[in-house]
C-alpha cells in the first residue's frame, strides 16, 4: 500500500509540472502580449497602440485609387501619438508633398496589375492552398474544423497589389499601406517556409565562397491568415551594437531594425519604393514551428540550455547552434516586408548595378579607381537614353543616408519600361555603422553631378529645422511595434549625412552649373563631362 501512494503521488507531481511548463511556455506568452498596453509605462508608444487590427473603410474599397486623403493623414494612430506639434504631419502637408506627379496616370497602362486577371489568379493560388492543405491533414490524420480560406478583394495586400502604378509601390493618397502595416502586425500565421532562393541551394552551400548566399541569413516566407505573404527576417544583432571596422559589407549582419527603418525613410523621401515593413514580436513556436509544413525546417528548431526555443539556417557552414536566433523563451523580435506581386504577373527584371562593389578581399572595381568613369556609364544603353542615371542616384542617396555598401544588384517591374522606377529591396545591412559615413556609396552623384528636382527639394526641405530629418524619422517610427528602431546616434547621423549630400550637389553646381546639374525635366539627360571637373569627395 505505501509503495501504491507513492506511485500516485510521483503520477501527481509529473503531471503538475507539466500543467506548469505548459502554462509558463504556451499560455503565459499569450497572456502577457495582451496585457502589455495596460503595463507599458506611461509615455511608452507601445501602450497606444490597439491590440487588435480595425477595420478601414477606405482600404476595403476595390478601387485602390479611391481615397482622396494625404497619406499621411490616413494614419489615426500616428495622430494622436503626434499630436498638435507633429513634425512629421507638417511634412506631409507640405506643398511639396501635393505636387500632382508627372507624368499624369491615363489608363491601365500606368497600372501593374490588370484588376482582373489578378484576381484570378490570386483565386486560382488559394484554391491550391487549400488543396495542398486538406491533403497535408489527411496524410497526418489530423482532424479540423477550420473553413476553407476565401480570398477577400479587400484584403489590404490585395488592394496593395492593385495600387503599384508607374509613380511607385503606393500612391501618397492611399491609406492601405497604414491597413498592411497592421494587418502583418497582428494577424495570425498559417504556414511559414524558406524563401525561394534558399530553397534553390538545396542545402548545397560553397563553403569556399567569400559571399555567402543570400539563403543563409534566416529569412523566413509568413503567411497570414488572410492569405499574405511577407518576408520575416529575425533580429541578429542588437540595436546598440555598431558593426566591428573589419567586417567586410558583404559579411556584415542583416538587421530586422534597417528594414523597418529604410520603409519610413523611403516614405519620408517621397521614393516610395522599399515595400511596406513593419516589426512584431513572433512567437517561434506557435507561428513558425506549429505551421510549417517543411520537415527541413522542422529539423533545425532546438531548445538552448537556457530554455529558449531557436533555429538556425540550413545551409552546411551555418548548421551550427552558435549561429541559430532564439526566443525569449518563444517571442523573437523580427521585420516583416510585405511581399511584391507574383512574377507571373508582373515580371521583375534585376540589373547589375554600375556601381557594383568588388565581392572580394582585396580587388577594386573601376569606378573606385577611374574618376571619369561616369563618362563611359552615360555612353551606355539604358543609361544614355533614359531616367535610369537618375534613378541610381536616388539609390545611391538613399544608400548613403542609411549606409548601405551592399547595393550590388536592383530591380524594376518590366512592364514599365527603361524609366520605370528601381525597387529599393533588400536593405538589412543599412544603419550597421553611425560612426562613419561612407563616401563612396555617393559615387555616382559626386562623379555624375547629376540631381533630380524633386529629389533635391525634398533634400533641402528635411534640412531644416522645422522638417529635420531625424526629428520626423523618430517620430515616424514610433508607429512601430518594435519602436524604438534605431539608436539616437543613427537617426543624428541622418541629418549629418544629408548635410555631406547638399554639400556634394553644391559643388557640383559650382563646377558645372545649376542647369546642368540639376534636372527639372524628368526626361532630360544631359550632364557635364566628368573630364571637366570631378568630385570625389
Not at 502604378?165 to 502583418?184: I, T, W
Not at 550590388?408 to 555603422?433: C, S, V
Amino acid at each position: 500500500m505505501p509503495g501504491l501512494r507513492r506511485d500516485r503521488l510521483l503520477t501527481l507531481l509529473l503531471l503538475g509540472a507539466l500543467l506548469s511548463a505548459d502554462l509558463y511556455f504556451h499560455l503565459w506568452p499569450q497572456v502577457r502580449r495582451q496585457l502589455r498596453p495596460r503595463e507599458d509605462p506611461r509615455g511608452c508608444p507601445c501602450a497606444r497602440r490597439t491590440s487588435s487590427p480595425a477595420p478601414d473603410s477606405a482600404a476595403a474599397s476595390p478601387n485602390p485609387r479611391a481615397a482622396a486623403r494625404n497619406f499621411s493623414r490616413a494614419r489615426p494612430g500616428a495622430e494622436r501619438r503626434s499630436g498638435r506639434g507633429s513634425k512629421l504631419q507638417a511634412l506631409f502637408a507640405h506643398p511639396l508633398y501635393r505636387v500632382p506627379e508627372e507624368p499624369p496616370l491615363l489608363g491601365p497602362e500606368d497600372s501593374l496589375l490588370a484588376s482582373q486577371e489578378a484576381l484570378r489568379y490570386y483565386r486560382r493560388k488559394v484554391a491550391r492552398w487549400n488543396r495542398r492543405h486538406k491533403m497535408y491533414k489527411e496524410q497526418l490524420n489530423l482532424t479540423s474544423n477550420d473553413a476553407p480560406l476565401q480570398l477577400r478583394l479587400e484584403a489590404s495586400w490585395v488592394q496593395f497589389h492593385l495600387g503599384i502604378s508607374r509613380h511607385g509601390l503606393y500612391s501618397r493618397s492611399s491609406p492601405v499601406v497604414s491597413q498592411l502595416l497592421k494587418d502583418m502586425m497582428h494577424f495570425p500565421t498559417i504556414s511559414a517556409d524558406y524563401s525561394q532562393d534558399e530553397k534553390a541551394l538545396l542545402g548545397a552551400c560553397d563553403c569556399t565562397q567569400i559571399v555567402k548566399p543570400s539563403g543563409v541569413h534566416l529569412k523566413l516566407v509568413l503567411r497570414f491568415s488572410d492569405f499574405g505573404k511577407a518576408m520575416f527576417k529575425p533580429m541578429r544583432q542588437q540595436r546598440d551594437e555598431e558593426t566591428p571596422a573589419d567586417f567586410f559589407y558583404f559579411i556584415d549582419f542583416q538587421r530586422h531594425n534597417a528594414e523597418i527603418a529604410a520603409f519610413h525613410l523611403d516614405r519620408i523621401l517621397d521614393f516610395r519604393r522599399v515595400p511596406p515593413t513593419v516589426g512584431r514580436l513572433v512567437n517561434v513556436t506557435k507561428e513558425i514551428l506549429e505551421v510549417t509544413k517543411n520537415e527541413i525546417l522542422q529539423s533545425v528548431f532546438f531548445v538552448s540550455p537556457a530554455s529558449n526555443v531557436c533555429f538556425f539556417a540550413k545551409c552546411p557552414y551555418m548548421c551550427k547552434t552558435e549561429y541559430a536566433v532564439c526566443g525569449n523563451p518563444h517571442l523573437l523580435e523580427g521585420s516583416l516586408s510585405a511581399f511584391l506581386p507574383s512574377l507571373n504577373l508582373a515580371p521583375r527584371l534585376s540589373v547589375p548595378n554600375p556601381w557594383i562593389r568588388s565581392y572580394s578581399l582585396a580587388g577594386k572595381e573601376e569606378w573606385e579607381v577611374n574618376p571619369l568613369y561616369c563618362d563611359t556609364v552615360k555612353q551606355i544603353y539604358p543609361y544614355n537614353s533614359s531616367n535610369r542615371l537618375l534613378n541610381i542616384i536616388d539609390m545611391a542617396i538613399f544608400d548613403f543616408l542609411i549606409g548601405n555598401m551592399d547595393r550590388h544588384h536592383y530591380e524594376m517591374f518590366t512592364k514599365f519600361g527603361d524609366d520605370g522606377f528601381l525597387i529599393h529591396l533588400d536593405n538589412a545591412r543599412g544603419f550597421g555603422r553611425h560612426s562613419q559615413d561612407e563616401l563612396s556609396i555617393l559615387s555616382p552623384l559626386s562623379q555624375c553631378c547629376r540631381i533630380k528636382k524633386k529629389t533635391l527639394s525634398h533634400l533641402q526641405l528635411l534640412a531644416q529645422a522645422e522638417y529635420r530629418l531625424s526629428d520626423v524619422m523618430r517620430e515616424s517610427l514610433l508607429e512601430d511595434q518594435l519602436s524604438p528602431v534605431l539608436t539616437e546616434p543613427h537617426l543624428l547621423a541622418l541629418d549629418r549625412r544629408l548635410q555631406i549630400i547638399l554639400q556634394t550637389v553644391e559643388g557640383c553646381v559650382e563646377a558645372h552649373g545649376e542647369q546642368n546639374v540639376i534636372a527639372t525635366d524628368p526626361a532630360q539627360q544631359s550632364a557635364p563631362d566628368s573630364s571637366q571637373a570631378n568630385l570625389t569627395s
